[in-house]
Nanobody, 123 residues
């Protein structure tokens, strides 16, 4: 089992920044690809970003490229999502998740999920 706890969400004005953190406990953190997903009211959960086991490879959905940066610190068992130039369309609950297999985008590839943190961007 891997337990994931997100933090860092909040209310921010458009154009502002937030940094989300996800602390992991349980099994060896570096054994997992880590991803961030988000879900807005009335919408399906969507992929945001993912990072490989050692951090050497990343993947982003097109709408956040150039604005969001995913990173990880395996010594601290933590993955981060730096979000800059936030837009109202980024408003959602953000989840981190752990994938034991590959750098993927499908939610069902991810075995463990956090409880989510709310991000609200006002216009």
């Amino acid at each position: 089992q891997v337990q994931l706890v997100e933090s860092g969400g909040g209310l921010v004005q458009a154009g502002g920044s937030l940094r989300l953190s996800c602390a992991a406990s349980g099994r060896t953190f570096s054994n997992y690809v880590m991803g961030w997903f988000r879900q807005a009211p009335g919408k399906e959960r969507e992929f945001v970003a993912a990072i490989s086991w050692g951090g050497g490879s990343t993947d982003y959905t097109d709408s956040v490229k150039g604005r969001f940066t995913i990173s990880r610190d395996n010594a601290k068992n933590t993955v981060y999502l730096q979000m800059n130039s936030l837009e109202p369309e980024d408003t959602a609950v953000y989840y981190c998740a752990a994938n034991p297999r590959r750098l993927g985008r499908a939610p069902d590839e991810y075995a463990y999920w956090g409880q989510g943190t709310q991000v609200t961007v006002s216009s």
